[in-house]
């Protein structure tokens, strides 16, 4: 007699990592939206477990703190979460976090470095991007660029895209079937 499957241990359809500007919350969102599953992010997870924004977990508590908050995050959402999650754009580089993606389906979002600071400086503040944004970022995506490439099974170019674009490269690169059509323009 052959063996029982053994249970099927619940993990999300699609990672998404990237630089801070890249789309992984917003084209994370979409995407979730056409599969009909749930999205999570996170950040948002961090701040719900540390009760405070980002910005203050890096004042009061330092970025070795987040990332460890950020790890344990990760963690839970790779056990628990079966949609699609979005990480923050710094996760890669603890060791332990890398290991946990290894066998999940991460996607890269890539982005210029132009449109990415123009992206950021429209939204919610990132401490990392303080002082000159334009020089930060592109100190953090020397450093990282190796490591998410490493933790990817994909890469999607953001360039001169819509986040629907995005959203749909992304499902095609994962061979994701889209339950919901997506919206006509
Ligand atoms: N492909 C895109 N084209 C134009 N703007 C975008 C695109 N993706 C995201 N944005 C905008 O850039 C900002 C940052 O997006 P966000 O999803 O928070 O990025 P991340 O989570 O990767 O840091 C938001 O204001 C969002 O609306
Ligand atoms: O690049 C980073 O180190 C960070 C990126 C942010 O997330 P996004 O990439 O979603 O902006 C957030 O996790 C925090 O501000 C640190
Ligand atoms: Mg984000």
């Not at 056409?34 to 961090?46: I, K, N, Q, S």
């Not at 999650?85 to 890539?110: C, E, K, M, S």
């Not at 970022?137 to 933790?151: A, D, H």
Request: hydrophobic residues 40%.
């Amino acid at each position: 007699m052959s063996d029982p499957t053994p249970p099927q241990r619940p993990a999300p359809v699609a990672v998404l990592v990237g630089p801070p500007g890249a789309g992984k919350t917003t084209v994370g969102r979409i995407l979730a939206e056409w599969l009909e599953v749930t999205f999570r992010d996170t950040d948002a997870d961090v701040e719900a477990a540390a009760g405070k924004p980002i910005p203050e977990i890096f004042i009061d508590e330092g970025e070795p703190r987040f990332r460890e908050l950020e790890r344990q995050a990760v963690q839970d959402a790779l056990a628990k979460h079966t949609g699609v999650l979005a990480l923050g754009g710094g996760a890669v580089l603890d060791g332990g976090t890398r290991a946990l993606l290894a066998p999940a389906p991460v996607v890269f979002l890539d982005v210029a470095p132009g449109d990415a600071v123009r992206r950021v400086g429209l939204d919610a503040p990132r401490p990392l991007l303080i002082g000159n944004p334009r020089t930060r970022w592109r100190e953090l995506m020397e450093q990282r660029r190796p490591l998410y490439t490493e933790v990817a099974s994909a890469v999607v170019s953001t360039q001169g895209r819509a986040p629907e674009d995005v959203a749909e490269a992304v499902a095609r690169a994962l061979d994701l079937p889209c339950v919901s059509d997506r919206p006509t323009k």
